[in-house]
């Protein structure tokens, strides 16, 4: 099966832990991004990564740092997280410039 | 930065009626996208259009790129249409980013 999987699908924890996200697609992909969608349903992207590199890197918290290993995984590490983390994380994939584009089933954090 | 703003916020229908969703955007868009999320789901991608009219199925895209907007048209709704529909575009740089509106909310009772 070809696709975006993430794991966990549902993490809860408490202010102040780390906590990490993994990410893997299938597709042949060359292009990955981490997308945070809050309580109201905005989507925003965090960050993005091609070939292995990163291209985009919105104002997010210092607490949390990608992780590229190549170009199929990136996952998503937070220190130290805080309530404000609280979110729906997901990973996509597509091709250079964004053809293609898959979202992964996502990874529900709830701060506690 | 780039804006897109979705109307309506939500939208109730019977099945079998049409619906109309628009979107609107601040910057020339490169690449737009409409997306549909089931609750509690992932997002599908449902039609690429940034420019002219694209359908498949039911669904019926329509962008005019100069003048920054788009519309999905779905064409007697079902029940399994239920969920939210965003609108995303790409304003170019080749990096994919995709900025997202607020979503339409769309609920189809039988």
């Known amino acids: 099966e070809t696709a975006v999987f993430q794991t966990p699908n549902y993490h809860v924890t408490q202010v102040g832990n780390e906590v990490s996200f993994n990410c893997k697609q299938t597709?042949?992909?060359?292009?990955m991004y981490w997308y945070k969608q809050d309580s109201k349903k905005l989507l925003k992207i965090m960050f993005s990564?091609?070939?292995?590199?990163?291209?985009v890197n919105e104002t997010v918290p210092r607490r949390f740092s990608p992780q590229s290993s190549d170009k199929a995984h990136l996952n998503l590490r937070i220190k130290s997280v805080e309530p404000e983390d609280s979110a729906v994380y997901l990973c996509?994939?597509?091709?250079?410039?964004?053809?293609?584009?898959?979202f992964g089933s996502g990874t529900r954090l709830l701060v506690i | 930065g780039q804006q897109v703003q979705q109307s309506p916020a939500s939208l109730v229908l019977q099945e079998g009626e049409n619906a109309e969703l628009q979107c609107n955007f601040s910057?020339?868009?490169?690449?737009l996208q409409w997306f549909y999320q089931r609750p509690g789901g992932s997002l599908v991608s449902l039609l690429y259009?940034?420019?002219g009219t694209k359908h498949t199925g039911r669904l019926t895209s329509t962008t005019v790129t100069k003048e920054r907007r788009s519309s999905l048209h779905i064409s007697s709704s079902q029940i399994t249409d239920s969920g939210t529909y965003f609108c995303?575009?790409?304003?170019?740089?080749?990096?994919?980013?995709?900025?997202f509106g607020h979503g339409t909310i769309l609920r189809v009772h039988p």
């Open positions: 996509a994939s597509s091709y250079t410039g964004g053809s293609d584009y898959t």
């Open positions: 990564y091609n070939n292995k590199q990163l291209i």
């Open positions: 259009n940034p420019s």
């Open positions: 910057s020339t868009a490169t690449q």
């Open positions: 995303a575009i790409n304003t170019g740089a080749n990096t994919g980013k995709l900025t």
């Open positions: 597709l042949g992909h060359d292009t």
